[in-house]
């Protein structure tokens, strides 16, 4: 007598990131666990009322992948009027981020420690946001490795669809052919408009990081694209 089949394996859900190991730092950890209760938001199924977290009506920009949150906090500090939801999975770049949070007096920083794609698709309630940063995503340089690549077709529709008319999606990178792509992907999508010709100058609100210095006097380039959501 013949087995039944096997059932198929259970299908992978795409992510927006690859689990990297890090080292959490005493500072960090303290900042998890003291103020993580205040500022990072836990995952849940469900829209958010993001006034109620921050206690207050203001736009709301996500950043995708904050890293150690320099650059964050540096624009939350510099735009007070407006509430950022950092996006972030790592464990040393929240704590990080906490604690430049904590150093700078920051109220209008919130954290939600989880994939993008999910926070995206469950929190955050279509025509929503007023922008979107993706800064310097991981750029994914061998070829058969470019299907990782964060800015795709199917995510970028995701981004749209989450921005408020003429909300913006902000995207960096210091990788030509990923910015490339980039360009090609932004501007396939009909809902997006591209505020320049091609490549936007870097806004002031994006501050240099210092990688991104070093690699300036290196003769490196960057590439910033500033796309607006049609009404």
Known sequence: MNSPPADPPPRRAIRSFVVRAGRMGTGQQRALAELAPRFVLPYRDGVTDFAAAFGRQAPLVVEIGFGMGDATAQIAAARPDTDFLGIEVHPPGVGALLQRIEER?????????????????????????????????????????????????????????????????????????????????????????NRFDAWAPRPDYRPLTKFENRGLKLGHGVWDLVFTRSS
């Open 105 to 193: 007096g920051l109220p209008n920083v919130r954290i939600v420690q989880h994939d993008a794609v999910d926070v995206l698709e469950r929190m955050v309630a279509p025509a929503s946001l007023a922008g979107v940063h993706v800064f310097f995503p991981d750029p994914w340089h061998k070829k058969r490795h470019h299907k990782r690549r964060l800015i795709q077709p199917p995510f970028v529709a995701l981004l749209a669809s989450r921005l408020a008319p003429g909300g913006y999606l902000h995207c960096a990178t210091d990788w030509e052919p990923y910015a490339q792509q980039m360009l090609e992907v932004l501007t396939a999508e009909p809902t997006l408009k």
